[in-house]
Each structure stands twice: as structure tokens, then as C-alpha cells.
């Protein structure tokens, strides 16, 4: 049984679907400016003449209480009086007149409003309960608002100028949005002077409805746009962001500057939009997780736009510098060298070839200076064959206006070798007005340029990082546990933690912590609790010497701080001191009642290994965010660390750990044996899984966590849950949605076959390969609306946008079939996608033929159905050819309405929710 998803043009379903609910914002057929006024200077005069002076050509209607009419056209004293119902209204008012404004607007189903006016959070309480008022209006009457305090929005492609910057930028490819309204007026006055042009520009503002998640989806799915470029202060909805960027990022470049590294600038950066900024090392993990590009210059963002928009990324960091002078390759080479890149190494073939036609005085190395009076041929010839080596990952060209060079004619050769399959080619033409029109050539040609050679290579080592990123993000992990240990570890852990709330508690015993961590696959050291001197020796000498005892305590976590650890005790008599010494210290430091006895441990010799950290803690924007890095008792003090936000797999573990400094150490140095580095990305796992699913789990430390040739093993832990009165509903939330376990079930087939229906997973790549060649023809014409060869159905591009599914936006279902010995099978796979700002979801059934006719294509579709419930959408559709009556009858069987298009040969399959 198979159903296309392909979306087609069916009658009232596609209507809905041919306009996004952001339309009515960048693309209204009509606009009602509320506050519009005659008063020179103001907003409201500016923002309705902005409308007036641009080819937007759709009716415009002041709205004005006090006039008849504003700047010559005849105004309204409200929205219900207009002769129609407008798609956009622009609202400049005083800030508490808008929530009335905006409840009229709900009332009428005015689609799309642009609240310009200030006055709202940033100004305390009071600005909070109006924006509370203006946000319940809005989603009563399912309006999409962009602002308060907001310059407004353009859109060069459409002509709407819905701002009061002085006028309207020019048409692009690019998509600039900002939560800056200043910014937003020098970077349009910067883009007017520079010829730079844009798909759009948007000024967010304070981001109360519309965020990040909703301008990227919609700029993601919109043609004109290319890239998209954002100046961010605060992120707002984590998991939106996250979500539409990881999404698009893929497809189209998104680059960010992000201010409040500092924190003086954090606190400016909250002051302005009244907004958390969290972490900044949070908020590079996480924009490393998505595959966005931040850039901490605002040249920078266009740079890096042009040059993504224009030129491949490149496979390595290996640049071919080729020049006229030695200085300005000195300068290139050493800008390359301190970002992360590196010089290719030429060929032995492609001296030779150069040998043929460079003077023989060139440099024979990489700058291959061609000498300064390189002519245009001899230019072009030199970047064609370097083009060809190897050895080079991208090439960047560099002219220095000497007397006998010719800048305009050597640039007017180079055009026909500046595109080359994978790698890209970068120009520095140096010399301001003087190479202006060879500059012009080659950006008209998309070659992209730079003043500087340093800038240059500093740009392809961005791009170089960027596409190392995505690559990362999208490779396939191995699994990293058996199921079955998954679902018996997460019962052990959801009862240790009721049990440990259920006693008032929020503080684990170490004991407990390890315990904890035994349930999700991370080997603990035995320990064993004493609650007497005598109980102490007598299992010290059980476990064998030399032992440790701690502290056994339930309210002190922080050991070492009370003098709770001692270390290496060989004998009884040492078993003794210890015990009793703890038990001192803790009674004067902190009061007996807080000493409820010892636990006692083997003593691993250190010496032979390494210690790490392994730990959780909330960020107030992303939530639960994971730290790995070098452990003991400095760890402070070296400050080696990696953040990363759950859940892991084992390629995103692998990534945190390449970019701590231990991470060479762990690979084995002076002798020492490496570590099993494939363990410890799946404990990683193991530890991102109890954290993403343990939600009453505060903080955790795992330190030392002991690392060597032999061993991984948790030497101590420290867990800490939420306060007891925390409602479930305040619980922080994870910024990536974690694997859907709740549509987990086994199931039998026709025959009694059991099988396992569940969410696919990364790691499930390889078994749809399987899947797909078991795909007979007919079955695949029918899935995909015509013949799709196995090479292009299993090439790892497409398989990784069908295994890395973003659970927020689509949940793809599959049957496995247990082999034995860790191996498994996929016999089918029901797909739905969400279709973003609706109620909306297309899904898809495909059944291997080997086991169609038991009953799993029809099953998949009702678990799909469910799915479909609980995740609150209001319908369901999908698409199928006319000859694929099983699936027809099939869904008719389900509740499904077919609709049948004799034209087209295809039905809509539909159903309301």
C-alpha cells in the first residue's frame, strides 16, 4: 500500500494550503494603518507614506478617529467601518490603546497585524499585562502579530514597506531580520549605498507572537530567499528556533550575529528587549547543533551570505592562494593558518604543469606567486590548472595594481574558471577605486570579492567550519544500546526517583546517584554503605585494600568541601581514622545530624588514567544542557569543557569530546593505552537519555569520571531533582524534542510474525537501505508517482532528511522485525509531515512487498492517526494515484473522505480530526 506526499492541487485543501498564514504579513492584499496621522515626524505619517511610495498597489486604509482623511485619502475612525476586511493591519498607537485595537482585529478575522509602537515589557509590570491581553486576543482570533516595539516589516519582492525607515530597500536574495529597529535603518542605509539587496527585511521587535521559529520556516519555504541573515539579543522559544533552523539549515545558509559574549553586553542586550540572554556558551552549543553560522562582525553576515549564496562549501580546509605579490599571500597564509585552515599542499603534477607557462623565478609552493607582472592569461590559466589539484579544498585569487597589471582584462579572464564542482573560489582585488569595475565583473560573475586577502581566507575557513558542522550534525551514529536494557533501565529509574520524591528529599545519596546512573548503562565503581565504624571495616575488608570512604549523607553533596573523602586506606587501622575523621569534621562543620555514616569503594589508581566530568544543569532558555570535559578537583580551574543540549547520539557525543584539549590525551599519548572512545560515546548516550527523560532531575555530576585503556567508570556522583512544589507543567522542557518513546508498541502481523512499531532513529539508516531494495517497481511507482532508482532512493542526502526526523515536525514510523544478534529489518514505513502554522499534516504509507497483505499498511495508518490526535492536529490528508485502490479502500475502511481528480489520475485521501 503506498501514498504519495507529494502535495497536488486538490480543491478546498490546497486552498488552505497555497497561502501561509505569515502571507498576510510580507504579502497582504490590503493594509489598514491604525494611527495613521497628517503630523509631520510621526510614525504614523511615515508608516502610511511608506505604504503610499512603493509598488505594494493594494487598497490602504488610515485609520484615524479624529480625520477623514490622512496624506489625501479618505480615513476610518475604526477597522470595523472599512469597506473590507484587511489582511494586515499596521498599528502605531500609544501602547494602551492596542490590546482594544487588536481584540477588534480578532473579532473581524484580520489575519496579520505589525504592532510598531513601544511601551510593553520593557518598561516593567505594567507593559507585561498589556502584552499578556494583546497575546490572548491575538490567539483567540488566530492573528499572527509581529512586534511591539518593532520597526516594521518590508518586503522589496512584493513592494510592502509596513516601517518608518526612510524608504525601502532594494530586491534580493536575502533575508534580514532583526530584533533591532536601529540596526535594522543603518544596515538598510549601508545595503542602499552598497547595492545590496534583500527578499525581505524585518524588524522583530519583542518577538510576543511571531519568533524566530516562524520567520525562519517561512523564509526557509520561500523561493526568493536564498539565505537568511538575523541580528539576535534574546533567543525566545528555544525549541521553535531550534527546530525551523536545523530544518532549514540544510538547504539554506543562516548566519547570526548574536551579541553578549560580554557580560556587560548580556545586560545591555536584557535591559533592551526585556529579555533573558543565557549562557553564551549554551548558545553556541546549541547553534552548532542546528548548523547555524554566528559571526561576531556585522560585515561579516553579508560576507558570509554572498559568499554561501554564491559558492560551494568546501570539502576541507586546504586553500590554494594564488597572487602577484608575496606580501599579500604572507597575509592570507597566516590569516588561514590562525582560523583553522591550512595551505594545500601542490601537487607534483601541478608544478610540473604550471612549469610549463610560469616564469621560472614563480615560487614553486603554495602562494603560487605568479610575480607581479602576471598578465590575464597567464592569471586564468594558473587558477584552471590549480582548480584541477587534488590536494586543494578552495582557491582564492589575489591582484595587487602594479604598473603592467591589467586588473579589469585579468578579471574579465578569470570569470570562466571561477566555478568550480565542490571547491570555491575567492578574489581579493586590491586597490580601492581603482580595481572598483574589476570588482564589479567579478561579483556580477559570482566570484565573490574582498579588499583584504586576510579577510578572504578568515571568510573560507568560516565556510570550511560552517559545512564541517552540517556534516557532523547529519552523520550516521551506531546504535548505542539494546532496547529492551533502555525500557528495563527507565522503569528501575522512573520508580528510584518517585521513591527519593515521595520521601521530601532533593538531594541523592551517592549511593542512590550511582544507582541512578546503573539504569541508563553507566558503570559505576561498587560502593557500599556503613553506617558504623565497625560496618565500615568489616566491608572494607570484604572489598579488598586499599578502599575510599566518602560521606554518606542526605543533605551534603559538595564531599571534599566538609571533609567528607579520604583516600587510600590500607588497613583497618586506616579504615578507622577515617571513618571517625569524616564523621569530626562533618559534626563541626556542618552538624552531626548531617553524618548518617560512610559508603566504602575499591581506590582506583588514577595514575593510570584520566579524570573527567560528566555533568547537567538548567539554562534558563534552553533548559536541561550537558557538560563534558576534564575532571578531579580543578576542574574549574582548567575550565576544558564541551556543552552540548540532550538528547546525544553517538556522532554528537564523538563531536563534544573532539573539542575538549583532553580529547588527545584520550587518544593515547606517552605510552599509554587510548580509551575506548566508542564507550564512552555510548555512555555519553546513556547519560543524555537519563537526562532528557528524567525530568525532576536538576542537576547532575559525574566527577571523577574515570577514563583509561581499561576502564570507564564512575568514580562518584551527585544528583540533585527540582523542589517538591515544582508542578510538572514548570518543569524545564527540553530544547530538542527527545525520542518519542510513548509511540513505542510491539505488535503481531497476519501469521503471528511480532514485530516492533516505533519512531525511526538516526541510527536506522543502514536497515532503510534494506527497506528500499525490497521496494519491487510497481511499488515504488506508486509511492513516488513514477520510477526512482535504488541509487537515488538510498544516497546518504536523502536518507538523512528521512532518519533524522525532527519530532516536532515529523514523525516517521517504523516496523522492525528482530533478526537476532543485534541485527533487525524494516518492513514498512508510515510517514506524517506537519505542515508549519496549521492543524494541518500530509501522511505517507509504504509496505516492503515481501510483507504486504498482513495488515501492517493499514495499521501504520491508524497509529499514524493516533499520532496525529495526540500531537492536537485538526486533519489529516495525504495523495495516491487513482490505480492504488487498496490504499483507497483502505483509508475508506478508516474514515478517510477520497476525493478523485480524473484529470490529474490522483485522489486526495482526508480526514478531519
Same mark, same amino acid.
Given at each position: ?30 493594509v489598514a494603518v491604525v494611527g495613521a496621522t497628517e503630523k509631520v515626524g510621526s510614525v504614523g505619517r511615515t508608516v502610511l507614506w511608506n505604504l503610499m511610495n512603493t509598488p505594494f498597489g493594494g487598497p490602504i486604509y488610515p485609520v484615524n478617529p479624529t480625520r477623514t482623511s490622512v496624506l489625501g485619502i479618505k480615513a476610518y475612525p475604526k477597522l470595523s ?56 486576543? +491575538? ?99 528555544? &525549541? ?32 533592551? *528587549? ?99 607582472? +602576471? ?74 570579492? /574582498? ?8 571568510? /573560507? ?39 527519593? &520524591? ?54 551534603? *553533596? ?14 583497618? +587501622?586506616?579504615?578507622?581514622?577515617? /571513618? ?31 579524570e573527567l566530568i560528566l555533568g547537567s544543569s538548567i539554562d534558563p532558555q534552553f533548559g536541561p544542557v550537558l557538560l563534558f570535559g576534564m575532571g578531579g578537583q580543578l576542574v574549574e580551574v582548567f575550565q576544558d569543557k564541551a556543552l552540548g543540549l540532550p538528547p546525544l547520539n553517538t556522532t554528537l557525543a564523538r563531536r563534544m569530546i573532539e573539542t575538549t ?75 530538542? $524534542? ?46 513516488? /508517482? ?6 537515488? &532512493?538510498?544516497?546518504?542526502? $536523502? ?48 509496505? *516492503? ?25 485538526s486533519r489529516l490528508v495525504a495523495y495516491t494515484l487513482l490505480e492504488n485502490k487498496e490504499m483507497q479502500h483502505m483509508c475508506k475502511k478508516l474514515g478517510f473522505e477520497v476525493h478523485q481528480s480524473m484529470e490529474d489520475g490522483e485522489c486526495s485521501i482526508v480526514m478531519d480530526l
Amino acid at each position: 500500500m503506498n501514498v504519495s506526499t507529494a502535495q497536488k492541487p486538490f480543491s478546498s485543501l490546497n486552498r488552505q494550503l497555497t497561502r501561509h498564514p505569515l502571507d498576510a504579513i510580507f504579502a497582504p492584499k490590503s493594509v489598514a494603518v491604525v494611527g495613521a496621522t497628517e503630523k509631520v515626524g510621526s510614525v504614523g505619517r511615515t508608516v502610511l507614506w511608506n505604504l503610499m511610495n512603493t509598488p505594494f498597489g493594494g487598497p490602504i486604509y488610515p485609520v484615524n478617529p479624529t480625520r477623514t482623511s490622512v496624506l489625501g485619502i479618505k480615513a476610518y475612525p475604526k477597522l470595523s467601518v472599512l469597506p473590507e476586511k484587511p489582511e494586515l493591519i499596521v498599528v502605531t498607537t500609544p501602547a494602551i490603546t492596542i490590546p482594544s485595537i487588536i481584540s477588534e482585529a480578532a473579532d473581524l478575522g484580520i489575519p496579520g497585524a505589525v504592532v510598531i509602537s513601544a511601551g510593553f515589557k520593557e518598561i516593567g509590570a505594567a507593559g507585561v499585562e498589556l502584552e499578556r491581553q494583546l497575546l490572548a486576543h +491575538a490567539r483567540r482570533g488566530n492573528l499572527r502579530l509581529v512586534g511591539p516595539n518593532c520597526l516594521g516589516v518590508m518586503n522589496p519582492i512584493t513592494g510592502v514597506n509596513a516601517t518608518f525607515a526612510a524608504g525601502i530597500a532594494r530586491r534580493g536574495n536575502v533575508a534580514f531580520i532583526s530584533q533591532s529597529g536601529a540596526l535594522c535603518t543603518a544596515v538598510l542605509d549601508w545595503s542602499l549605498r552598497e547595492e545590496v539587496g534583500f527578499s525581505a527585511f524585518v524588524s522583530i521587535g519583542s518577538m510576543l507572537d511571531v519568533g524566530w521559529g516562524d520567520l525562519i520556516s517561512y523564509f526557509g519555504d520561500d523561493p526568493s530567499t536564498k539565505s537568511i541573515v538575523i541580528y539576535m539579543e534574546s533567543i525566545g522559544d528555544a &525549541r521553535s528556533f531550534l527546530s525551523a533552523a536545523r530544518e532549514v539549515a540544510l538547504t539554506k545558509p543562516i548566519i547570526i550575529i548574536k551579541p553578549g559574549r560580554t557580560e556587560g553586553a548580556a545586560k545591555a542586550a536584557a535591559s533592551h *528587549t526585556g529579555s533573558l540572554t543565557g549562557s553564551d556558551d549554551v548558545l553556541e552549543a546549541a547553534f552548532k547543533r542546528c548548523g547555524v553560522l554566528r559571526v561576531n562582525k556585522i560585515s561579516d553576515l553579508f560576507h558570509m551570505s554572498e559568499v554561501l549564496s554564491k559558492q560551494p562549501r568546501p570539502q576541507g580546509n586546504r586553500l590554494t592562494i594564488i597572487t602577484n605579490a608575496g606580501g599579500p599571500g604572507v597575509l592570507a597564509t597566516d590569516a588561514l593558518l590562525t582560523t583553522g585552515g591550512a595551505l594545500a599542499e601542490v601537487a607534483k603534477e601541478t608544478i610540473d604543469e604550471l612549469n610549463k607557462f610560469l616564469p621560472p623565478v614563480w615560487s614553486h609552493n603554495n602562494p603560487i606567486d605568479v610575480i607581479g607582472d +602576471a598578465g590575464p592569461d597567464l592569471y586564468a590559466k594558473t587558477l584552471e590548472v590549480a582548480g584541477r589539484d587534488p590536494n586543494s579544498d578552495g582557491l582564492l585569487v589575489i591582484l595587487t595594481p602594479q604598473a603592467m597589471t591589467d586588473a579589469t582584462a585579468t578579471a574579465e579572464r578569470l570569470k570562466a574558471f571561477g566555478h568550480i564542482a565542490g571547491k570555491p573560489v575567492l578574489a581579493s582585488w586590491m586597490g580601492g577605486n581603482e580595481v572598483a569595475p574589476a570588482e564589479a565583473i567579478l561579483n556580477r560573475a559570482g566570484i565573490p570579492t /574582498f579588499a583584504y586577502p586576510d579577510t578572504a581566507a578568515m571568510v /573560507f575557513t568560516a565556510m570550511y567550519q560552517y559545512n564541517e558542522n552540517l556534516r557532523a550534525l547529519y552523520e550516521t551514529p551506531v546504535p548505542s544500546a539494546d532496547p529492551a536494557d533502555i525500557e528495563s533501565g527507565r522503569a528501575k529509574a522512573n520508580a528510584l526517583i518517585e521513591s527519593i &520524591r515521595k520521601s521530601g528529599r532533593t538531594i541523592l545519596t551517592e549511593a542512590e546517584s550511582k544507582d541512578l546512573m546503573a539504569c541508563y548503562g553507566i558503570p559505576t565503581v561498587v560502593t557500599k554503605i556503613a553506617k558504623t565504624e565497625a560496618a565500615a571495616v568489616k566491608t572494607a575488608a570484604q572489598i579488598g585494600f586499599p578502599i575510599v570512604l566518602k560521606l554518606f549523607s542526605e543533605t551534603i *553533596t559538595h564531599k571534599t568541601d566538609v571533609g567528607g573523602v579520604q583516600l587510600n586506606l590500607k588497613d583497618e +587501622a586506616d579504615v578507622r581514622r577515617a /571513618f571517625n575523621d569524616i564523621k569530626t569534621a562533618v559534626t563541626e562543620k556542618k552538624g552531626v545530624e548531617h553524618f548518617q555514616g560512610v559508603t566504602v569503594q575499591k581506590m582506583i589508581k588514577l595514575t593510570e588514567g584520566y579524570e573527567l566530568i560528566l555533568g547537567s544543569s538548567i539554562d534558563p532558555q534552553f533548559g536541561p544542557v550537558l557538560l563534558f570535559g576534564m575532571g578531579g578537583q580543578l576542574v574549574e580551574v582548567f575550565q576544558d569543557k564541551a556543552l552540548g543540549l540532550p538528547p546525544l547520539n553517538t556522532t554528537l557525543a564523538r563531536r563534544m569530546i573532539e573539542t575538549t584539549k583532553i580529547y588527545k590525551a584520550l587518544k593515547g599519548v606517552r605510552g599509554r593505552k587510548p580509551v575506548d572512545l566508542a564507550g564512552l560515546e555510548k555512555l555519553m548516550v546513556g547519560f543524555s537519555q537519563l537526562v532528557a527523560e528524567q525530568r525532576w532531575v536538576k542537576e547532575i555530576d559525574i566527577n571523577p569520571l574515570f577514563a583509561s585503556g581499561e576502564d570507564l567508570v564512575a568514580l562518584d556522583a551527585r544528583v540533585i531533582l527540582h523542589d517538591p512544589k515544582t508542578t510538572e507543567e514548570q518543569l524545564p522542557k527540553l530544547a530538542i $524534542r527527545p525520542y518519542p518513546t510513548q509511540y513505542v508498541e510491539n505488535w503481531k502481523l497476519k501469521g503471528g510474525t511480532p514485530i516492533t512499531l516505533r519512531p525511526i532513529r538516526p541510527e536506522d539508516e543502514p536497515a532503510m537501505v534494506g527497506f528500499h531494495e525490497g521496494l519491487s517497481e510497481r511499488s515504488v511507482y506508486l509511492r513516488y /508517482f513514477g520510477p526512482l532508482k535504488l541509487q537515488q &532512493r538510498v544516497a546518504h542526502s $536523502r536518507l538523512l532528511r528521512i532518519c533524522f526526523n525532527d519530532y516536532d515536525r515529523e514523525i516517521a514510523l517504523v516496523a522492525e522485525r528482530n533478526l537476532g544478534k543485534g541485527r533487525y529489518e524494516i518492513l514498512g514505513v508510515g510517514r506524517m509531515s506537519k505542515v508549519h502554522a496549521s492543524g494541518l499534516a500530509e501522511f505517507a504509507v509504504v509496505v *516492503t512487498d515481501k510483507w504486504q497483505n498482513k495488515g501492517l499498511g493499514t495499521e501504520l495508518t491508524k497509529r499514524l492517526i493516533d499520532i496525529a490526535r495526540h500531537e492536537k492536529l485538526s486533519r489529516l490528508v495525504a495523495y495516491t494515484l487513482l490505480e492504488n485502490k487498496e490504499m483507497q479502500h483502505m483509508c475508506k475502511k478508516l474514515g478517510f473522505e477520497v476525493h478523485q481528480s480524473m484529470e490529474d489520475g490522483e485522489c486526495s485521501i482526508v480526514m478531519d480530526l
